[in-house]
Structure formats: C-alpha cells, structure tokens
T-cell receptor, first 112, second 113 residues
C-alpha cells in the first residue's frame, strides 16, 4: 500500500522559533492534509490542500502541495507553547480510494 | 464542518468479548471511515463504511473481526469482535464530503484485559 514518509520524527525547539516538517511519498496523492493531535483527542484538521502547487495559510501555519503531488510541507512560524503536540500529514489518492494514508507523525516539543 | 459524536469514549473489556462503537454525525455526509491508532502510533484505515452495502476493508482487516454497519448518512457502528489484548487501541470515526473536509471524532480508547 501507499506510504508517507514524515520527518522529522520529533523536534525540540525554543518558543518563538519557526518549525518546518514535511512528508514525501513514492505515490501520487490528489489531496494532502495536515492534522494536529493533542493527548486524548482525535486529530484536528489544520490545513487541506487540493491542487498541486497550492500554498495555503492558516494563521501562523503555512502548507504547500508539492508540484509532483508526491510531497507536502508544513511550516509554523513563531511557535508558542500551545503548538506542542503531534502533527500528522495525510494523503488521499482518490479515484474511489477515498480513505486517508497517514504519516508517522512529528512530535513537537517546545522548550521554555 | 461536521461534528462527530463517538461513543463510548473509553472502555475496558475482557478478552473474548465484543464491543460496538457508535459514530453519530450532525449532518449527512457522503463518506464515513473507521481508523485504528495503536499506542504511540499513527492512524491506519480499517474500512470505508458504505451506506446500505457492505463496508470496504483495507488489507489486513476483515469483516468477521471488524463488522461495520451504516444504516444512513449520519450514523455508523464498528464492532471489535472476539477481542484480545492486541486490539487495545484508539478507534476513530472520520467523515468526508466529496473528497473534502475530513474530520475526526474524539475516538474510543479501548483496553482489552
């Protein structure tokens, strides 16, 4: 099946720093999604990308859908303590296969 | 986006028993899915719940172990059958609409003892 390679696995940063994480795949995806999951909760959708090359922002978050449709990145600017959590990328191939394939997650830890 | 209510939120079950998890959505949605998240791991798609027909299962998941119902456009159930400790996971319901707006419930935290 399809696999998403998400990196880095974890990040230890200082408050106020910018954060960048990415996902790559050997398969083409028609949709890329970025989620954040807090302990004891389900994933919450941060940004959805539907077109190759699309660049979308949501407050301090910016994500891009790679031109090849095989990758995506998420940037967080000026990190704050509430950004702590696990970030997942997810992709949808489409064409009848509408479920999502998830990356393994990036655990963001912010040091005071 | 759709609001999903998932019940129960958590349960502790004896091995060999079955648990049925309910997923209720506040609006009609075209797609409903069930995922499993094993401890400390990512999410894995179990199946797509199809209204009025049998669910479509992903590789490694079978109907006898994870029977799914979807009687209408707002409700679905997932049963975890003949449970073993290896089934201890978070089970999550998700919905999508025409390939967009994929949202998740809060999950059911299952512990099998």
């Amino acid at each position: 099946g399809q696999q998403l390679n998400q990196s880095p696995q974890s990040m230890f940063i200082q408050e106020g720093e910018d954060v960048s994480m990415n996902c790559t795949s050997s398969s083409i995806f028609n949709t890329w999604l970025w989620y954040k999951q807090d302990p004891g909760e389900g994933p919450v959708l941060l940004i959805a990308l539907y077109k190759a090359g699309e660049l979308t922002s949501n407050g301090r978050l910016t994500a891009q859908f790679g031109i090849t449709r095989k990758d995506s990145f998420l940037n967080i600017s000026a990190s704050i303590p509430s950004d702590v959590g696990i970030y997942f990328c997810a992709g949808r191939i489409g064409g009848g296969a509408d479920g999502l394939t998830f990356g393994k997650g990036t655990h963001l830890i912010i040091q005071p | 986006s759709a609001v999903i209510s998932q019940k129960p939120s958590r349960d502790i079950c004896q091995r060999g028993t079955s648990l049925t998890i309910q997923c209720q959505v506040d609006s009609q949605v075209t797609m409903m899915f069930w995922y499993r998240q094993q401890p400390g791991q990512s999410l894995t798609l179990i199946a797509t719940a199809n209204q009025g027909s049998e669910a479509t299962y992903e590789s490694g998941f079978v109907i006898d172990k994870f029977p799914i119902s979807r009687p209408n456009l707002t409700f679905s159930t997932l049963t975890v059958s003949n449970m073993s400790p290896e089934d201890s996971s978070i089970y999550l319901c998700s919905v999508g609409d025409r390939g967009r707006f994929y949202t998740f419930g809060s999950g059911t935290r299952l512990t099998v003892v």
